[in-house]
Protein backbone atom coordinates (compact mmCIF):
# COMPACT_ATOMS: atom_id res chain seq x y z
CA UNK A 1 0.00 0.00 0.00
CA UNK A 2 1.60 3.37 -1.21
CA UNK A 3 0.74 6.61 1.44
CA UNK A 4 1.78 9.70 -0.27
CA UNK A 5 1.76 13.61 0.82
CA UNK A 6 2.07 16.60 -1.67
CA UNK A 7 3.93 19.90 -0.28
CA UNK A 8 1.43 22.35 1.70
CA UNK A 9 1.10 26.24 0.69
CA UNK A 10 3.91 27.00 2.44
CA UNK A 11 2.56 30.80 2.20
CA UNK A 12 -0.30 29.15 4.52
CA UNK A 13 1.57 26.21 6.19
CA UNK A 14 5.58 25.35 7.08
CA UNK A 15 4.24 22.59 8.63
CA UNK A 16 5.01 18.87 7.21
CA UNK A 17 3.00 15.51 7.38
CA UNK A 18 5.87 13.20 7.74
CA UNK A 19 9.27 13.37 8.84
CA UNK A 20 12.21 10.66 7.71
CA UNK A 21 11.75 9.44 10.80
CA UNK A 22 8.08 8.66 10.74
CA UNK A 23 8.80 7.45 7.28
CA UNK A 24 11.05 5.19 8.38
CA UNK A 25 8.29 3.34 10.68
CA UNK A 26 5.89 3.45 8.19
CA UNK A 27 7.94 1.84 6.09
CA UNK A 28 8.68 -0.63 7.96
CA UNK A 29 5.03 -1.88 8.18
CA UNK A 30 5.22 -2.61 4.94
CA UNK A 31 3.65 1.06 3.64
CA UNK A 32 5.43 2.62 0.52
CA UNK A 33 6.15 6.43 0.73
CA UNK A 34 5.52 9.04 -2.10
CA UNK A 35 6.12 12.64 -1.46
CA UNK A 36 6.49 15.84 -3.34
CA UNK A 37 10.08 16.98 -4.36
CA UNK A 38 11.52 18.80 -1.89
CA UNK A 39 9.06 17.87 0.44
CA UNK A 40 10.81 18.73 3.88
CA UNK A 41 14.06 20.65 2.41
CA UNK A 42 12.70 24.04 3.69
CA UNK A 43 12.89 22.58 7.41
CA UNK A 44 16.21 21.04 6.72
CA UNK A 45 15.01 17.29 5.87
CA UNK A 46 17.41 16.73 2.82
CA UNK A 47 15.51 14.21 0.26
CA UNK A 48 18.68 11.81 0.92
CA UNK A 49 17.30 11.38 4.47
CA UNK A 50 13.94 10.46 3.34
CA UNK A 51 15.50 8.20 0.21
CA UNK A 52 17.92 6.28 2.66
CA UNK A 53 14.74 4.99 4.14
CA UNK A 54 13.05 3.84 0.71
CA UNK A 55 11.03 7.20 -0.12
CA UNK A 56 10.49 8.09 -3.54
CA UNK A 57 9.99 11.62 -4.64
CA UNK A 58 7.45 12.72 -7.37
CA UNK A 59 7.89 16.05 -9.28
CA UNK A 60 4.30 15.81 -10.14
CA UNK A 61 1.46 16.01 -7.23
CA UNK A 62 -1.44 14.63 -9.04
CA UNK A 63 0.74 11.45 -9.98
CA UNK A 64 1.26 11.24 -6.13
CA UNK A 65 -2.14 11.81 -5.56
CA UNK A 66 -3.21 8.94 -8.08
CA UNK A 67 -1.52 6.17 -6.80
CA UNK A 68 -2.21 6.17 -2.95
CA UNK A 69 -4.00 4.37 -1.22
CA UNK A 70 -3.64 6.60 2.08
CA UNK A 71 -2.86 10.92 1.42
CA UNK A 72 -1.59 12.49 5.01
CA UNK A 73 -2.13 16.36 5.17
CA UNK A 74 -1.89 18.91 7.29
CA UNK A 75 -4.89 20.81 5.83
CA UNK A 76 -6.97 19.87 3.00
CA UNK A 77 -6.00 20.04 -0.82
CA UNK A 78 -6.41 23.03 -3.00
CA UNK A 79 -9.40 22.52 -4.83
CA UNK A 80 -7.63 21.57 -8.20
CA UNK A 81 -5.86 18.58 -6.21
CA UNK A 82 -9.22 17.64 -4.25
CA UNK A 83 -10.54 17.19 -7.38
CA UNK A 84 -8.10 14.04 -8.13
CA UNK A 85 -9.42 11.94 -4.99
CA UNK A 86 -11.13 9.12 -5.51
CA UNK A 87 -13.30 6.73 -4.45
CA UNK A 88 -12.16 4.23 -1.44
CA UNK A 89 -8.64 6.37 -1.21
CA UNK A 90 -7.90 7.80 2.42
CA UNK A 91 -7.03 10.87 3.34
CA UNK A 92 -6.17 12.19 7.02
CA UNK A 93 -5.66 15.77 8.18
CA UNK A 94 -7.28 18.59 10.15
CA UNK A 95 -10.04 19.34 8.23
CA UNK A 96 -12.14 21.64 10.33
CA UNK A 97 -15.55 19.95 9.05
CA UNK A 98 -17.74 22.90 10.41
CA UNK A 99 -15.66 25.43 8.50
CA UNK A 100 -15.23 22.98 5.54
CA UNK A 101 -19.25 21.31 4.98
CA UNK A 102 -19.03 22.33 1.43
CA UNK A 103 -15.72 20.54 0.25
CA UNK A 104 -15.86 17.77 2.45
CA UNK A 105 -19.70 16.92 0.95
CA UNK A 106 -17.98 16.80 -2.77
CA UNK A 107 -15.34 13.94 -1.06
CA UNK A 108 -18.34 12.29 -0.03
CA UNK A 109 -20.09 12.06 -2.38
CA UNK A 110 -16.82 10.61 -4.54
CA UNK A 111 -16.73 7.84 -1.75
CA UNK A 112 -13.56 8.95 0.09
CA UNK A 113 -12.50 8.03 3.20
CA UNK A 114 -12.37 11.27 5.31
CA UNK A 115 -10.42 11.25 8.89
CA UNK A 116 -9.94 14.07 10.40
CA UNK A 117 -8.14 14.08 13.41
CA UNK A 118 -9.98 17.32 15.35
CA UNK A 119 -12.56 15.13 15.82
CA UNK A 120 -10.35 12.58 18.05
CA UNK A 121 -12.72 11.54 21.26
CA UNK A 122 -10.80 12.38 24.19
CA UNK A 123 -10.03 8.84 26.04
CA UNK A 124 -6.88 6.99 27.02
CA UNK A 125 -6.16 5.07 23.75
CA UNK A 126 -6.30 8.35 21.59
CA UNK A 127 -4.04 10.29 23.31
CA UNK A 128 -0.63 9.39 21.75
CA UNK A 129 -2.57 10.85 18.37
CA UNK A 130 -3.58 13.86 20.01
CA UNK A 131 -3.19 16.26 17.36
CA UNK A 132 -5.04 19.41 19.28
CA UNK A 133 -2.67 18.97 22.68
CA UNK A 134 0.42 18.65 20.74
CA UNK A 135 0.08 21.50 18.37
CA UNK A 136 -1.77 23.44 21.29
CA UNK A 137 1.25 22.97 23.80
CA UNK A 138 4.03 24.75 21.39
CA UNK A 139 0.98 27.42 19.91
CA UNK A 140 0.95 28.07 23.93
CA UNK A 141 4.50 28.21 24.12
CA UNK A 142 5.37 30.22 21.33
CA UNK A 143 2.51 32.85 22.49
CA UNK A 144 3.93 33.51 25.58
CA UNK A 145 7.74 33.78 23.84
CA UNK A 146 6.14 36.29 21.09
CA UNK A 147 4.62 38.37 23.51
CA UNK A 148 7.23 39.17 26.56
CA UNK A 149 9.61 39.89 22.89
CA UNK A 150 6.92 42.48 22.38
CA UNK A 151 6.58 43.70 25.67
CA UNK A 152 9.19 46.78 26.22
CA UNK A 153 9.84 45.99 29.74
CA UNK A 154 11.30 43.81 31.53
CA UNK A 155 9.27 40.19 32.68
CA UNK A 156 10.51 39.05 36.28
CA UNK A 157 11.09 41.55 39.28
CA UNK A 158 14.80 42.93 39.37
CA UNK A 159 16.66 44.19 42.08
CA UNK A 160 19.47 46.24 41.36
CA UNK A 161 21.17 49.54 42.72
CA UNK A 162 19.35 51.88 40.98
CA UNK A 163 15.83 50.24 42.20
CA UNK A 164 13.63 47.03 41.65
CA UNK A 165 12.04 46.41 38.50
CA UNK A 166 8.44 44.91 39.47
CA UNK A 167 7.76 41.46 37.90
CA UNK A 168 5.04 41.50 34.69
CA UNK A 169 1.50 40.81 35.69
CA UNK A 170 0.35 37.99 32.56
CA UNK A 171 -3.57 36.99 32.47
CA UNK A 172 -4.39 33.60 30.64
CA UNK A 173 -7.55 33.53 29.45
CA UNK A 174 -8.78 29.81 28.78
CA UNK A 175 -6.53 27.14 30.87
CA UNK A 176 -6.73 24.31 28.36
CA UNK A 177 -3.72 22.48 26.86
CA UNK A 178 -2.77 25.94 25.71
CA UNK A 179 -2.98 27.82 28.55
CA UNK A 180 -1.35 25.44 30.93
CA UNK A 181 1.50 25.35 28.65
CA UNK A 182 1.29 29.78 28.63
CA UNK A 183 0.48 29.47 32.36
CA UNK A 184 3.83 27.33 32.73
CA UNK A 185 5.74 29.27 30.22
CA UNK A 186 5.34 32.50 31.32
CA UNK A 187 5.80 31.49 35.53
CA UNK A 188 9.26 29.79 34.45
CA UNK A 189 10.04 33.12 32.77
CA UNK A 190 9.11 35.18 36.23
CA UNK A 191 5.82 36.72 35.49
CA UNK A 192 3.14 36.73 38.04
CA UNK A 193 0.05 34.59 36.49
CA UNK A 194 -3.58 34.42 36.80
CA UNK A 195 -5.82 32.99 35.16
CA UNK A 196 -9.81 32.12 33.68
CA UNK A 197 -11.59 29.16 32.56
CA UNK A 198 -15.08 28.42 32.59
CA UNK A 199 -13.96 24.85 34.01
CA UNK A 200 -13.88 24.61 37.67
CA UNK A 201 -11.49 21.37 36.94
CA UNK A 202 -8.76 23.56 35.63
CA UNK A 203 -8.37 25.48 38.73
CA UNK A 204 -6.18 22.81 40.40
CA UNK A 205 -4.02 22.67 37.29
CA UNK A 206 -3.81 26.29 37.02
CA UNK A 207 -2.55 26.17 41.18
CA UNK A 208 -0.19 23.38 40.42
CA UNK A 209 1.78 25.56 37.91
CA UNK A 210 1.82 28.46 40.13
CA UNK A 211 -0.58 30.65 38.91
CA UNK A 212 -3.73 32.24 40.36
CA UNK A 213 -6.89 30.98 39.63
CA UNK A 214 -9.50 33.48 39.28
CA UNK A 215 -13.41 32.49 39.01
CA UNK A 216 -16.78 33.77 39.14
CA UNK A 217 -18.37 32.49 42.29
CA UNK A 218 -21.78 30.37 42.82
CA UNK A 219 -21.66 29.03 38.85
CA UNK A 220 -21.89 25.86 37.16
CA UNK A 221 -18.73 23.88 35.58
CA UNK A 222 -19.04 24.43 32.10
CA UNK A 223 -17.22 21.32 31.03
CA UNK A 224 -18.57 18.70 28.33
CA UNK A 225 -18.02 15.45 28.80
CA UNK A 226 -14.94 15.08 26.36
CA UNK A 227 -13.22 17.83 28.50
CA UNK A 228 -13.90 20.84 26.50
CA UNK A 229 -15.44 24.31 27.16
CA UNK A 230 -19.04 24.75 26.06
CA UNK A 231 -20.95 27.97 25.84
CA UNK A 232 -21.59 29.88 29.24
CA UNK A 233 -24.87 31.34 30.43
CA UNK A 234 -25.68 35.38 30.21
CA UNK A 235 -25.17 35.42 33.79
CA UNK A 236 -21.94 33.94 33.75
CA UNK A 237 -20.51 36.08 30.93
CA UNK A 238 -22.03 39.39 32.52
CA UNK A 239 -19.54 38.23 35.99
CA UNK A 240 -16.98 36.96 34.30
CA UNK A 241 -17.01 40.70 32.22
CA UNK A 242 -17.11 42.54 35.53
CA UNK A 243 -14.21 40.24 37.59
CA UNK A 244 -11.84 40.69 33.67
CA UNK A 245 -12.89 44.44 33.77
CA UNK A 246 -11.35 44.90 36.98
CA UNK A 247 -8.56 42.44 37.02
CA UNK A 248 -7.35 44.13 33.92
CA UNK A 249 -6.33 47.34 35.50
CA UNK A 250 -3.24 45.64 37.08
CA UNK A 251 -2.53 43.26 34.11
CA UNK A 252 0.47 43.98 31.52
CA UNK A 253 -0.04 40.97 29.15
CA UNK A 254 -2.65 39.25 27.92
CA UNK A 255 -2.87 35.31 26.54
CA UNK A 256 -5.95 34.26 25.17
CA UNK A 257 -6.88 30.71 24.15
CA UNK A 258 -10.90 30.18 24.37
CA UNK A 259 -12.00 27.79 21.95
CA UNK A 260 -15.37 26.27 21.32
CA UNK A 261 -15.34 23.70 18.93
CA UNK A 262 -17.18 23.96 15.83
CA UNK A 263 -18.11 27.44 17.14
CA UNK A 264 -16.48 31.06 16.94
CA UNK A 265 -14.91 31.40 19.28
CA UNK A 266 -16.13 33.92 22.53
CA UNK A 267 -15.78 37.53 22.72
CA UNK A 268 -14.41 37.86 26.08
CA UNK A 269 -12.56 41.14 26.15
CA UNK A 270 -14.39 44.02 25.13
CA UNK A 271 -13.95 47.23 23.64
CA UNK A 272 -15.16 48.96 27.23
CA UNK A 273 -12.42 47.01 29.00
CA UNK A 274 -9.62 47.67 26.61
CA UNK A 275 -10.45 51.17 28.09
CA UNK A 276 -9.07 49.51 31.59
CA UNK A 277 -5.82 48.36 30.51
CA UNK A 278 -2.74 49.97 30.76
CA UNK A 279 -0.29 52.29 28.36
CA UNK A 280 2.44 49.27 26.67
CA UNK A 281 0.05 46.34 26.89
CA UNK A 282 0.19 43.53 25.12
CA UNK A 283 -2.59 41.06 24.13
CA UNK A 284 -1.99 37.41 22.09
CA UNK A 285 -5.05 36.38 20.46
CA UNK A 286 -4.18 33.08 19.71
CA UNK A 287 -8.11 32.05 18.61
CA UNK A 288 -8.37 35.26 16.29
CA UNK A 289 -8.87 32.69 13.82
CA UNK A 290 -12.05 31.83 14.99
CA UNK A 291 -13.43 35.12 15.23
CA UNK A 292 -11.13 36.07 18.20
CA UNK A 293 -11.46 36.61 21.94
CA UNK A 294 -10.50 40.15 22.18
CA UNK A 295 -12.53 42.96 20.43
CA UNK A 296 -10.46 44.66 17.31
CA UNK A 297 -8.21 41.48 17.10
CA UNK A 298 -7.62 40.89 13.34
CA UNK A 299 -6.34 37.65 11.73
CA UNK A 300 -1.99 38.13 10.66
CA UNK A 301 -2.10 41.99 11.91
CA UNK A 302 -1.24 43.57 14.90
CA UNK A 303 -3.68 46.51 16.45
CA UNK A 304 -3.00 48.89 18.23
CA UNK A 305 -6.19 50.47 20.36
CA UNK A 306 -5.67 52.74 23.97
CA UNK A 307 -2.09 51.91 23.19
CA UNK A 308 -2.63 48.11 23.66
CA UNK A 309 -1.27 46.34 21.30
CA UNK A 310 -3.76 42.92 20.09
CA UNK A 311 -1.96 40.29 17.99
CA UNK A 312 -3.76 37.90 16.08
CA UNK A 313 -2.10 35.05 13.79
CA UNK A 314 -3.54 32.40 11.61
CA UNK A 315 -0.89 29.95 12.26
CA UNK A 316 1.43 31.05 15.16
CA UNK A 317 2.47 27.51 14.55
CA UNK A 318 4.71 28.05 11.50
CA UNK A 319 6.96 30.27 13.79
CA UNK A 320 7.70 26.13 14.90
CA UNK A 321 7.40 24.35 12.27
CA UNK A 322 10.13 21.51 12.59
CA UNK A 323 8.78 20.79 16.35
CA UNK A 324 5.24 20.89 15.41
CA UNK A 325 6.30 18.64 12.40
CA UNK A 326 7.81 16.44 14.51
CA UNK A 327 4.75 15.70 16.62
CA UNK A 328 2.05 15.98 14.02
CA UNK A 329 4.09 13.31 12.46
CA UNK A 330 4.11 10.69 15.34
CA UNK A 331 0.23 11.85 16.65
CA UNK A 332 -0.60 10.24 12.62
CA UNK A 333 1.68 7.70 12.28
CA UNK A 334 0.00 6.12 15.91
CA UNK A 335 -3.33 7.06 14.22
CA UNK A 336 -2.58 4.94 11.33
CA UNK A 337 -0.98 2.30 12.98
CA UNK A 338 -4.34 1.67 14.45
CA UNK A 339 -6.12 1.75 11.33
CA UNK A 340 -3.94 -1.16 10.10
CA UNK A 341 -4.34 -4.31 10.10
CA UNK A 342 -1.00 -5.56 10.84
CA UNK A 343 -1.60 -9.57 9.65
CA UNK A 344 -3.80 -8.96 6.53
CA UNK A 345 -1.51 -5.93 5.75
CA UNK A 346 -5.21 -3.73 4.57
CA UNK A 347 -6.54 -0.76 6.57
CA UNK A 348 -9.52 -1.91 8.20
CA UNK A 349 -12.33 0.46 8.72
CA UNK A 350 -13.52 -0.80 11.63
CA UNK A 351 -16.35 1.54 12.99
CA UNK A 352 -16.70 -0.57 16.44
CA UNK A 353 -13.45 1.69 17.26
CA UNK A 354 -14.57 4.75 19.10
CA UNK A 355 -11.21 6.42 17.78
CA UNK A 356 -11.78 5.47 14.04
CA UNK A 357 -15.82 5.73 14.52
CA UNK A 358 -15.47 9.48 15.85
CA UNK A 359 -13.03 10.59 13.46
CA UNK A 360 -14.69 9.33 10.16
CA UNK A 361 -16.68 12.07 8.56
CA UNK A 362 -19.88 10.80 7.50
Do not use: W
Not at 14 to 31: C, D, N, V
Amino acid sequence: MIIGSVSENKDLEKRISITPEIAKKYISLGFEIQLSVNYGKHLGFEEKEYSEHGVKFLNDDSKIINNSDILIQMGLLDDDKNSLLKSNQIIVGVFNPYENQNKLQELLKKKVNIFSLDLLPRITRAQSMDILSSQANLAGYKAVVETFSIYEKAIPMMMTAAGTIPAAKVLVVGAGVAGLQAIATAKRMGAIVFATDVRMASKEQVESLGGNFLTVEDTENLETEGGYAKEASDEFKKKQEELLTETLKKIDIVICTALIPGKKAPLIIKENMLKNMKPGSVIYDLAAVQGGNVAFSEVDKTIVKNDVKIIGERNILNKLPNSSSSLYAKNVFNFISNLYDKENKKININLEDEIIAKTIIK
